[in-house]
């Protein structure tokens, strides 16, 4: 008998690496001696007849004593040669000769995989279905395999793959989140520095143009990161909605902003359009949405050289009827270009991952994940991109997606988007505490705040932040999450137990904090706040975001430059 453990499974294990058995008997032995062997080894799943050193047939445990059970069957079968039971179930059968034999009893190279061999056998008849499989070796032996024990064996293998896949996956996301963090620091600090600059009214139109050289390049490098960040995170299915009130009127108007320069440094006429019943407070995922359209955008106007690009942004009409019951509007997209064009054989893979049309190629602009990422971001709204397009005329991208109608009175607008220059009068004298460990991003954080009016102290890394909480006392700290010393998880961890102790016995008021973070994974966010954190920024920023965020938190009015 030939035995081997399922123990070491592997993912590359064949019916070579499975508990096999070679209970084989000829023609003549009697069914007493077969009985006797069934009842001495219950893990043999059969046995196989022989006869002139030839496989003649195969007759499984379940069924030899089936038929032993029959009327007269002890009698018939256990005290004659084996090969009357096996005459009778190979008439039932319809067994005649080796041929049939083979086509109705599976017989398997031990090189077969266990899960090509598990389809292979639940193909079977359904009479046949659990009967033991023949297994074949190189030099010819046959050897029993027990159908249960190749279940079993796939779905062990089954957990293999699924804990190698889990492995990879977190192998995947820290290294993700680590070259989040490596690539987003040093852009928070060229971004930020940049952002300091422009504050300066001394500087010539020269100059301010060169900063604005800086600030593009430096987002268009941000974006790139962003895309190949959001794909890895499509491809774990890690990517959710997260749906906000916005106004959508200002968001429209922003990327006309963002990218009128760009196309005007092409000679491209950047139009953007929407009718006059589109609502303009509105709820869905802000951020994918702009993100959607900044790609289509980006994209029509790189592969334009002459004409025009525009984004017109309409209510579905034929919906309107039912959906203002509940508030609920269908509202459609559509960026126009007067563009090279797409080829029609080339449309059907513009959304696949870092697939990119023959002008794209040659152009050498963009990853060929932009498309994939923003068709993704729409289906997740509930809609699809569609495309139309006529060679050397122009292309059209067509969405539409679901929004909820918000109220004027339901949503909360903020302040007019002018830059900040300083605090209204009449406030109290509000302490910021800056924890970051890297100096540039640190500098850009004090010099901004101090520019403002805020008083601000720093800290380069948590256990300082602990520290000067007791002493320095902030109305907020801005709390930078991944740091040398004590990262900012445990520092707010510390600072909210110490506030919990001071409150049994004082007044003291509690600290806002606000998270700084380079994450890319949007479940880090929840870590975040369970750490004890109000808020969270994630980095690359904008100034706007920042102050937005702090005058949230305190309830700090500032003056705008006119």
């Not at 008439?91 to 005649?96: D, R, T, V």
Request: hydrophobic fraction near 40%.
């Amino acid at each position: 008998m030939f035995i081997t453990t399922s123990d070491t499974l592997t993912l590359d294990s064949t019916l070579a690496d499975l508990p096999s058995y070679d209970f084989e008997v000829s023609l003549t032995t009697l069914g007493e001696v077969v009985s006797k062997k069934f009842q001495q080894h219950p893990e043999i799943p059969g046995v196989m007849i022989s006869a002139d050193s030839q496989l003649r047939g195969m007759i499984s445990r379940t069924r030899f004593f089936e038929w032993l059970s029959r009327p007269y069957g002890l009698e018939t079968f256990l005290k004659r040669p084996i090969r009357s039971l096996w005459k009778m179930i190979a008439e039932a059968e319809g067994i005649l000769d080796a041929k049939t034999l083979l086509e109705k009893y599976l017989i398997l190279s031990t090189t077969c995989t266990i899960d090509k061999a598990v389809e292979l056998a639940l193909n079977r008849s359904t009479s046949l279905a659990y009967e033991p499989i023949l297994i074949e070796s190189p030099d010819g032996e046959h050897r029993l395999l027990d159908m249960q024990v190749l279940l079993l064996a796939q779905s062990q293998l089954f957990a293999l793959a699924k804990n190698a896949a889990d492995a990879a996956n977190r192998t995947k996301s820290e290294f993700l989140t680590n070259m989040s963090h490596e690539l987003r620091t040093p852009l928070n600090a060229i971004l930020g520095i940049t952002q300091l600059l422009t504050r300066d009214p001394s500087l010539s139109a020269e100059q301010q143009q060169h900063l604005g050289i800086i600030t593009s390049s430096g987002e268009y490098l941000l974006d790139l990161i962003n895309h190949i960040l959001e794909m890895s995170r499509i491809e774990t299915a890690r990517v959710t909605l997260n749906k906000n009130r916005f106004d959508l009127y200002r968001l429209l108007n922003n990327l006309k902003q963002i990218l009128q320069l760009k196309a005007l440094s092409k000679g491209l006429k950047l139009i953007v359009d929407y009718t006059p019943d589109l609502p303009q407070y509105v709820e869905t995922d802000k951020g994918k949405l702009e993100q959607v359209l900044i790609n289509l955008l980006n994209n029509a106007i790189n592969f334009t050289q002459q004409g025009s690009v525009s984004l017109k942004v309409s209510v579905v009409r034929d919906e309107l009827s039912v959906e203002n019951e509940n508030k609920q509007q269908t509202i459609r997209f559509e960026v126009k270009d007067t563009g090279f064009g797409i080829a029609p054989e080339e449309i059907n893979a513009l959304f696949s991952a870092f697939e990119q049309t023959k002008i794209g190629r040659e152009s050498k602009q963009g990853t060929g994940l932009g498309l994939a990422i923003s068709q993704n971001f729409v289906q997740l709204m509930g809609g699809k991109i569609t495309v139309k397009s006529t060679l050397n005329k122009g292309t059209v991208f067509t969405f539409d997606i679901k929004i909820n109608r918000i109220d004027d009175d339901e949503i909360k607008t903020s302040e007019d988007t002018c830059k900040v220059i300083g605090l209204a009068p009449d406030q109290l004298n509000y302490r910021i505490l800056v924890v970051e460990d890297h100096p540039e991003s640190r500098l850009f954080l004090v010099k901004l705040l101090k520019s403002i009016g805020f008083c601000v102290h720093e800290a380069e890394n948590g256990q300082e932040a602990v520290e000067l909480r007791s002493s320095y006392l902030p109305h907020l700290i801005l709390m930078n999450m991944r740091m040398p010393v004590m990262d900012g998880y445990e520092a707010s961890k510390r600072i909210r137990s110490v506030e919990k102790f001071r409150r049994s016995f004082s007044t003291e008021p509690v600290t806002v904090i606000i998270a700084l973070t380079a994450s890319a994974f949007e479940e880090d966010y929840s870590k975040i706040l369970s750490a004890g954190c109000d808020d969270f920024i994630y980095k690359p920023f904008r100034e706007a975001v920042l102050l937005d965020k702090i005058a949230h938190h305190l309830g700090v009015r500032y003056l705008y430059k006119e």
